[in-house]
């Protein structure tokens, strides 16, 4: 049974860091690519990052525009684990994160929206200015 838990949420002042923790399991083949999407109250979900866990150590990662240069994702540890190292963190990126496998099409952040993506529960991030 193929299962996405995601932890690491919590509240923060603006400026400061969380890092979002994924594990994914149960799936019968190499997952090749993994990455969060975010969706806050009213809004549409949105990509945030993604990483080709299938080509684990060449870095090869994207980004939203609103994220570059404050958030970083990354496979580390056990097969199927990626992170999501959020600084400088402001109100705008108040929402529910969620864990996404990527089920086909190509490895991006947009990409991790898509309604046929394996998903967790998500975990709330909430950022006070």
């Known amino acids: 049974q193929v299962r996405l838990v995601e932890s690491g949420g919590g509240s923060v002042q603006a400026g400061g860091s969380l890092r979002l923790s994924c594990v994914a399991s149960?799936?019968?083949?190499?997952?090749?690519?993994m990455g969060w999407f975010r969706q806050a109250p009213g809004k549409e979900r949105e990509g945030v990052a993604a990483?080709?866990?299938?080509?684990?150590?060449?870095?090869?990662?994207y980004y939203a525009d609103s994220v570059k240069g404050r958030f970083t994702i990354s496979q580390e540890g056990a097969e199927n684990t990626v992170y999501l190292q959020m600084n400088s963190l402001q109100s705008e990126d108040t929402a529910m994160y969620y864990c996404?496998?990527?089920?086909?099409?190509?490895?991006?952040?947009?990409?991790?929206?898509?309604?046929?993506?394996?998903w967790g529960q998500g975990t709330q991030v909430t950022v006070s200015s």
């Open positions: 149960g799936f019968a083949y190499r997952v090749s690519c």
């Open positions: 996404a496998v990527l089920k086909s099409g190509r490895c991006l952040s947009t990409t991790m929206t898509r309604p046929d993506n394996y």
């Open positions: 990483i080709y866990t299938i080509y684990r150590g060449t870095g090869i990662t």
